[in-house]
């Protein structure tokens, strides 16, 4: 690793987006307001949430016992962190209101040692701690540590920060490597990066020896969960499952880890921590492990919309190249948790397949979490779907045909909210003297380290059309490099600056061009992204003899409301000529793709026969974007199609 | 329906087989004495059975608890059937005595109210039938009967069916219509089909009554597994499942069933059953249902290899059309039953779409479920195992990659055992004037309806060669007709007799002549039995692209030792020419099968990339007939092949 080579991202970035700012206005007006209800209970047929009666019970406001699930109070973390990624953007008093209105619940929970979990605080605080493994009172505490910061950087008030570093010192009372202590790690990752995000915000050292320590301990035999399942004469939870240990991440320590295993979610919240760990702290070792659990989730285990865990046991990775379209889980939280990976490794090292795999996961796997109104969610998301099957089959009916209003388990929605939010903060990085432009969505931006007295702004109208244009005003002379994202689907990169040809240089992903940029300056950039027909590496056998469409970044899907049900009945030739079509039916400017393709024909009703030849006719084949399915009557779905 | 057709099994065939003889000599001096120990605990490293013990036990010979599946008392049952079909053709002093051993021990543990069952004996007979749904009390009776018939039969020593009798008429004052009686019925069909046994043995009404009553109270609304739920303080087991009641076969009264639902091996006793009352009554519109049943078995749910049952979750059918090769659950007793239910078919009407299912299951969904030597098993019979994933995968650990020396649920090894004993009493069938040879199996045999003083022997050298030939050896001059299977995978029948070519008819599946049969005449039979490309209906969603090769009834499979890794990239053209060649080094006399196809080559490590063609290498496919898969090392194996 090159400490040097090293970036932050640009903050306090304002999004105008084509495609973005009106999914963020989304969530802003349909989303949060949305869940806001679902986590009063007030969604009339939807799971209810118990998550604000939870914290009204355990402050003393109402009687009653905790209801759902073990980490429903992660649920409100979440939703305040959303509401403050809005917030930065757009005054909403309203919903600043709301805001502050469900922290004054949280305070109000919080025990005079710090302690802030309404699980144990309804059912007994002497039972805190006694199943690190299972009971996610670290996770609960990481979410709202990260809500904490993003609200304090958001609106300047610290009252929850304030509180959840006091959570977070006794914490640090309850495990380390001291005596008395326990050795310990979270069952559910996700506050060893809050604890170094809030290091980052406030550099005191504990917190980052806190996150090392979680970091460090997992995986160390014997396993922690090993033993406080004994000391606590439970059974281990997953000790008849293929993965064991590995469930937690934890069957080795994370620096001789080489396969992505486990749960999915996670995994990928650990290593985003173990970036984090990595790039603060200069371990090269710990950076590479994480590059080996980079290419081992990228390259063997993520699915061709950056969807990843490919079974729902465990809704965990399974092993390498076992993709099935129809057995994934695919959660919505996991396809987050990827782009928080990719921007971790991004920060560390400026290589564009990281920014690859960031635009493959934000356009597909995240994106197909919610619908276009924004107001339904899925939160397995396969690459094929059957409505029939998918009801019929057990082992397949975790995969939902209709999308849905809330989850008794409703991680995905809130999480979905919050980075939706904050997807500006994903869209530039600098270094002194370099600026990096990861994803090409409309922005505004202050550059605080490339350069001095610099904005830059971008028109997208992306992912439909390849030609953002930058404007870079700056009121220094000083040279700097501006490096774009050349995506790896992308054929043709040409960049015009002010109206003539520019030549940069390509390195690793990036086109980069060092110069001068005082004065306002127009950066054009064109990329030809013309539809494309894809395959797997045929190691992958669930998609052997198959192909895809994608276009730019956007994976496409045939449904049945456009092609007819039984579409396994469909191919494809891979040559087939792909024309764009308007999809203004579905959303404004959204690109369709249409090809001609053949169906297989029946003949007679005999389960087995003679090869005798097959017998197919011509069939026009309407692609549309995967993360725009299952928003028109419940059908059939599929990614892949068998080329002819 | 047509009682003129019903024929009756031809007994006390003795059978002589060049293919079969040697697997029956194997279940006979090694699979039973081997499941003699199992059932003793005898086996060092096997899964314990407990079955002898419990009825130790029971008897208060020993001390303990029972320990096991509640249903293990019928791994004994099966065990006496197996033993009483193999003493049938072969005196075994030692077998019988150990028979008979084990049948003392039984009789020990009958209550003075007729009942028998080491559960309810051992835990509390205050407790007995409040469980019907769950407890198999009337499976391991219906089994138990079954052995005793089959014992009484063949040896004439009735002691056990004494026995049965009386704990017959003892479920008959538990269960019935009346006031007082449960209005109830098995979890798990089976004694359905053992009362009509007895019934057809001795004609007493009280067992067609019973049995009749166990048939048509099934499915009746509220269904009585819930109401017993309910009473007991419950939950009824599958309340969540996609087939509820319909895992029992009870979601509606059986003459109303339209498709194959449930647990697979439940679902083929309850038709086998449903079939014999039908055969018995004259009852026309429960035949219908029976008929209705075997289309949406054979039709819809069943793979090529015969095996049934296409999810582990509740070892059930899932939908039409289903039959994914990996999740398969395809339990060798579920293929064992369909062969039971065929037989029950062909009685009502001789069709040879009831004997091609018979045939197909028989030479590969059944034989599948044991090792070349008879001393290991497979309880579940995947169409492709790719030994990593079947361990590493969740939804596909059901299925084993290496056969087993035993199991803790052991129903399938003595299953197979007493089909293998038996079979024999597959192959001829008969009604007045009528000889029907459903399988071609060397046997000898007395005629005993179709006409007077006359035997046929017939030695055959199936599924190797298509050349069977009968020799009919009659006094009488009466004219009958000789009745002979023409597979449906036969393209060219001929029959010679007395080496002149012989003119039959063939009607539904049957080449049929009638003339007298006085004096002794060969029947020469020749069926072009090519190795041939077969296919699915494209509505098998898992099959469509691809190809499978069979050869007369058998199924043929690559595997990874003839072959290599990676099956899955394996592909061939579907008019690619097929060369039989010599298997001896499996097992003598086996023709193997091999091919031009090709395999895919990987480039690059890209998990995706843009379509740029595929690369591939010839490689000659070597393929093995399925039942003989995972003789040799671990490995892969696949039935289907994508086309090229």
Wanted: with cysteine.
């Amino acid at each position: 690793m090159n400490p040097a080579l090293f970036c932050d991202p640009v903050t306090g970035v304002s999004v105008s987006d084509t495609f973005f700012s009106p999914v963020m206005e989304t969530v802003r007006t349909r989303m949060l307001p949305y869940q806001w209800k679902a986590l009063h209970d007030e969604i009339p047929g939807a799971e209810p949430s118990h998550c604000v009666q939870n914290f009204r019970i355990a402050a003393g406001l109402e009687t009653g016992e905790f209801q759902g699930f073990v980490f429903q109070d992660s649920d409100a973390a979440k939703w305040i962190e959303a509401a403050a990624y809005s917030l930065r953007q757009h005054p909403d008093p309203e919903l600043e209101a709301r805001a502050d209105q469900l922290i004054d619940l949280i305070l109000q929970t919080q025990q005079p040692d710090g302690y802030i979990g309404t699980y144990y605080t309804i059912n007994g605080l002497e039972k805190r701690w006694t199943d690190v493994t299972s009971n996610h009172e670290l996770y609960c505490a990481g979410h709202l540590l990260e809500a904490a910061i993003a609200y304090a950087q958001a609106t300047g008030k610290d009252r929850l920060l304030q509180a959840m570093t006091r959570f977070v010192d006794y914490i640090d009372q309850v495990f380390g490597p001291e005596e008395g202590k326990l050795h310990g790690y979270p069952g559910h990752e996700i506050i060893e990066m809050a604890l170094l995000r809030l290091y980052e915000m406030e550099p005191d050292p504990k917190y980052l020896r806190l996150a090392r320590y979680f970091i460090e301990e997992r995986g160390k035999q014997p396993c922690f969960f090993a033993e406080e399942a004994r000391r606590q004469g439970r059974e281990y939870p997953w000790k008849d499952s293929p993965f064991r240990f590995g469930y937690y991440q934890a069957a080795a320590p994370v620096r001789e880890q080489k396969d992505a295993v486990g749960h999915a979610v996670r995994a990928v919240y650990l290593y985003s921590g173990m970036a984090d760990a990595a790039r603060l702290t200069g371990d090269d070792s710990l950076y590479q492990a994480c590059r080996t659990l980079w290419d081992s989730v990228t390259q063997k285990r993520m699915y061709l919309t950056g969807a990843i865990g490919s079974s729902a046991y465990g809704e965990s990775f399974t092993m390498d190249y076992d993709l099935p379209p129809d057995l994934v889980y695919g959660e919505t939280c996991a396809s987050v948790g990827l782009a928080f990976f990719a921007r971790r490794m991004l920060r560390m090292d400026p290589d564009g397949r990281y920014a690859d795999v960031l635009e493959k996961v934000l356009y597909n796997g995240i994106l197909s979490g919610m619908s276009l109104d924004g107001t339904k969610f899925f939160y397995v998301n396969p690459l094929e779907a059957y409505p029939e099957r998918n009801r019929k089959v057990q082992e397949l009916r975790h995969a939902k045909t209709r999308r849905q209003a809330w989850f008794a388990c409703a991680c995905c929605p809130p999480n979905l909210a919050r980075l939706m939010e904050s997807v500006g903060d994903y869209i530039y990085m600098e270094r002194e003297g370099q600026l990096f432009v990861h994803l090409y969505i409309g922005s505004r931006a202050e550059v605080k380290q490339a350069a001095e007295d610099t904005r830059v702004e971008m028109e997208s109208r992306y992912p439909w059309k390849g030609d953002p244009c930058l404007q870079v005003e700056s009121g220094s002379d000083r040279e700097w490099t501006l490096a774009l994202h050349v995506p790896a689907w992308c054929r043709g990169f040409r960049v015009s600056i002010d109206g003539k040809e520019a030549e940069g240089t390509v390195e690793k992903g990036y086109w980069k061009l060092k110069r001068s940029w005082k004065g306002t300056h127009q950066v054009r950039i064109s990329m030809e992204m013309p539809p494309r027909v894809v395959r797997a590496d045929p190691q992958v056998r669930s998609a052997i003899g198959k192909i895809a469409v994608m276009r730019g970044p956007v994976v496409y899907c045939l449904e049945e409301a456009d092609n007819g049900n039984d579409l396994h009945g469909l191919e494809m030739a891979a040559d087939a000529p792909l024309t764009e079509i308007r999809r203004d039916d579905l959303a404004a400017g959204m690109i369709g793709i249409r090809a001609l393709g053949r169906r297989i024909c029946r003949e007679g009703e005999e389960l087995y026969r003679d090869w005798d030849g097959e017998i197919f006719q011509e069939q026009e084949l309407l692609w549309i974007p995967y993360y725009a399915w299952a928003n028109r009557e419940e059908g059939e779905m599929t990614v892949w199609v068998r080329r002819s």
